[in-house]
């Protein structure tokens, strides 16, 4: 339950309102403020602050707790100088008879997968992939304070925003925080994809694509370790939406 709660907080106190305040000052109030788009954009944001702090051998709880709390008054500021929100996404009905069932159904079933992955990220670790790629790592990196290059350590030159995450797990819990916050790629993968469909298509298009992902074999099991492969392909999505 502790680290439930953690992730709760750190999406909903740091990452969406951080991911919002990317987008305000990027589009000056013209881009939705879709929070997926948020999320994603929060993620990334704090991935790269983490990276600083972790560079400047500065990477303990209170000053990463401070940082956060800077990040969080700079979004209050920033909504008080803010503008007109941005056009809401338009909806276009599809017409196909059972829609709403359709959509219903489809929507279901990637509940279902959404629950089976959050319920692996709590389960008790015992693949390969999570406990002996990435997150010795990161959790070597939230016990020395600092992430650095090792020349001996190949994953210290991987892809740096995901480690920045689990590094975070870590120094405030542990390896089910860690793939609690992949799962959390996961979820913000797929709802993405629904904002990217829904946008362009209808909402039955939308429903089906993020099905069709959340259900993916490979994003299954990609969800239930903590490799790097998701957070990536979160980050690449933000170039879609």
């Known amino acids: 339950m502790k680290d439930v709660l953690l992730c709760a907080a750190f999406v909903g106190l740091l990452w969406l309102p951080l991911g919002s305040l990317v987008l305000r000052l990027a589009g000056r109030g013209k881009i ?72 219903a159904a489809l929507l279901g079933v990637s509940a279902a997968y959404c629950t089976i992955v959050v319920a692996s990220a709590l389960a008790p670790e015992a693949a390969f992939d999570a406990l002996n790629v990435y997150l010795p790592y990161a959790r070597s990196a939230a016990a020395a304070h600092r992430l650095g290059f090792a020349p001996n350590n190949w994953n210290s030159s991987m892809p740096a925003l995901p480690l920045a995450s689990y590094a975070t797990a870590f120094l405030f819990s542990g390896e089910h925080l860690a793939k609690l916050f992949n799962a959390c790629c996961y979820l913000a993968c797929g709802a993405l994809i629904y ?27 990609e969800a239930t370790t903590a490799l790097i492969d998701l957070p990536l392909a979160l980050f690449s999505a933000l170039a879609l939406s």
């Open 195 to 221: 904002g990217f469909s829904n946008r362009r298509f209808t909402s039955l298009h939308a429903a089906s694509a993020a099905a069709l992902f959340w259900t993916s074999p490979l994003a299954l099991y």
């Open 32 to 103: 939705p403020d879709s929070p997926p788009l948020a999320l994603a954009l929060g993620m990334g944001t704090w991935g790269l602050a983490v990276l600083v702090l972790g560079a400047a051998s500065a990477l303990y709880r209170p000053v990463v707790i401070a940082s956060a709390a800077a990040a969080l008054m700079a979004r209050r500021y920033s909504r008080l100088r803010a503008g007109p929100p941005g056009a809401e996404f338009s909806y276009r009905p599809c017409g196909v008879p059972g829609e709403k069932l359709l959509i």
